[in-house]
């Protein structure tokens, strides 16, 4: 296989680029899904529109870094002519006759760490929990170790080289946490290194502040550990991380046994007040109250989920039909990667009118992938998702789960032209070929980011 990732993207020839020659132009148009519309993926489909390569085709039209038209080839371009934006100005991307969504979005990421984990899945397939191997100094805590030794030029190196897999996987948005610090000069150096990487491109990287990930070493022998700990968050790292500056969201493991719903409670409301927006790793292993403190805490996100309690589904449902929504974001490449079980309880969450999201979870203790399609697929074989339910999780909803339902996550006017041209015909085949190297281009910002050679 010979891949070829361009830096900077296109060359500036043309300030346009037309995407033509799809057979199935995935819009996402329309806002968050929720319900019923978690299936509905906005499809524009050649074969019903006059057929691939005619005048009713549809096509995608970018402009700088913004989507200018998105429809039939005719009606844009005379749009666009009327608009002077001149045909000659646009550069041409030939889809090929594959398939072009939104760039996809992964609303949970672990993106930088050091050291790796593989020896705990033998050691939890000869029986010990994941919390089992934490409470004995592994798990999180042995990439804290590896973490805290490893330099800010380490971490970036390793957060390029994942980097650069993620997008040729078809990503062009992700969120990553710190929370492999767990004292304040490491979170920083954590979240500084997710924000320049960012900057850098072409994937834009959102940074979120996870002090509350784990109780530190340093903390563990002393009888007060853990509420020591959460008032070093509350009156040290909350502050020097919000100085800093880089931290878009605060998260917290709200898990039975590691930060109780009470804890989360008070680093969330401080966080928030200091600009963070909260979000939450809630009731993974065991409920936790963390879907109802994600409600009450107007969460843009309630993560995990795959031991939700009915009250916890209760207060997501309610939270789906006020002014904040909590997008469920689920992770079941994690269920699968701990041998778990069960996976989070998604077609009774659609059924309650909860919009779902899909992330990797990408880290080294319990969800090693970066390749988001692998999930969908995921999703759709143990979440019993629809391939369209699988795509809206991953596009829109996922943008909606970063607070950038606005921006990102659908093919429509004015947002930022971040698009991928898939290596098949149809949608529903991107879940089907299980972690297939399906994608063929990938547009970020306007600009060619990946070409698959
Ligand atoms: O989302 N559950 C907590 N955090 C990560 C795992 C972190 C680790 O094991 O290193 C998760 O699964
Ligand atoms: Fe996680």
């Not at 960012?198 to 834009?204: H, K, L, S, W």
Request: hydrophobic share 45%; proline share 6%.
């Amino acid at each position: 296989m010979s891949l070829r990732l361009i830096p900077g993207g296109r060359p500036r020839d043309a300030e346009g680029l037309l995407v033509t020659g799809a057979s199935e132009v995935v819009t996402m148009a329309g806002g968050l899904r929720a319900g019923a519309r978690q299936a509905d993926a906005g499809i524009l489909d050649a074969a019903a529109m006059g057929g691939l390569g005619t005048a009713g085709a549809p096509i995608v039209a970018c402009w700088g870094e913004r989507i200018v038209a998105v429809g039939p080839r005719d009606a844009v371009e005379q749009r666009l002519e009327a608009e002077g934006l001149p045909l000659e100005r646009f550069g041409r991307l030939d889809a090929g006759g594959g398939v072009v969504t939104p760039g996809l979005i992964d609303p949970h990421t672990h993106l930088l760490f050091a050291g790796t984990r593989e020896h705990e899945v033998s050691l939890r397939q000869a029986g010990a929990g994941y919390l089992e191997i934490l409470a004995a100094g592994g798990g999180i805590l042995a990439t804290v170790a590896a973490t805290r030794a490893a330099s800010a030029e380490k971490l970036a190196r390793h957060g390029r080289r994942w980097l650069d897999e993620i997008l040729t996987h078809g990503v062009t948005t992700i969120e990553a946490k710190s929370g492999y610090g767990l004292d304040l000069a490491t979170e920083l150096r954590l979240l500084e290194v997710a924000f320049q990487l960012g900057r850098e491109g072409p994937i834009d990287i959102l940074p979120t502040y996870l002090g509350a990930h784990a109780v530190p070493p340093e903390f563990r022998s002393r009888p007060d550990g853990s509420e020591a700990y959460v008032r070093s968050i509350l009156e040290e790292q909350l502050p020097g991380v919000a100085a800093q500056g880089r931290a878009r969201f605060c998260d917290v493991f709200c898990e039975e046994g590691v930060f109780g719903a009470d804890e989360c409670r008070r680093i969330l409301e401080a966080a928030d007040k200091l600009g963070m927006a909260p979000r939450l790793h809630a009731d993974e292993l065991a409920p936790s109250g963390g879907a109802e403190l994600a409600a009450e805490v107007g969460a843009v996100s309630a993560d995990h989920l795959a031991a939700i309690s009915d009250q916890g589904i209760a207060a997501l449902a309610a939270a789906a039909t006020g002014e904040r929504p909590v997008v469920a974001t689920l992770l079941p490449a994690t269920s699968l990667f701990l041998m778990s079980d069960h996976y989070a309880p998604a077609r009774r969450l659609i059924d309650e009118g909860i919009p779902l999201a899909l992330g990797t979870d990408f880290n080294p203790g319990t969800s090693p992938t970066p390749n988001l399609p692998l999930v969908m697929a995921v999703g759709c074989l143990e979440l019993k998702l629809s391939p369209a339910e699988a795509l809206s999780a991953v596009t829109i909803n996922a943008a909606h789960a970063l607070g950038l339902g606005d921006e990102i996550g659908s093919l429509e006017l004015g947002r930022q032209a971040d698009l991928v041209v898939w290596g098949v015909p149809e949608a529903a085949q991107i879940p089907y070929w299980m972690g297939a190297d399906l994608v063929r281009t990938v547009v970020k910002r306007g600009r060619i980011a990946f070409e698959h050679a």
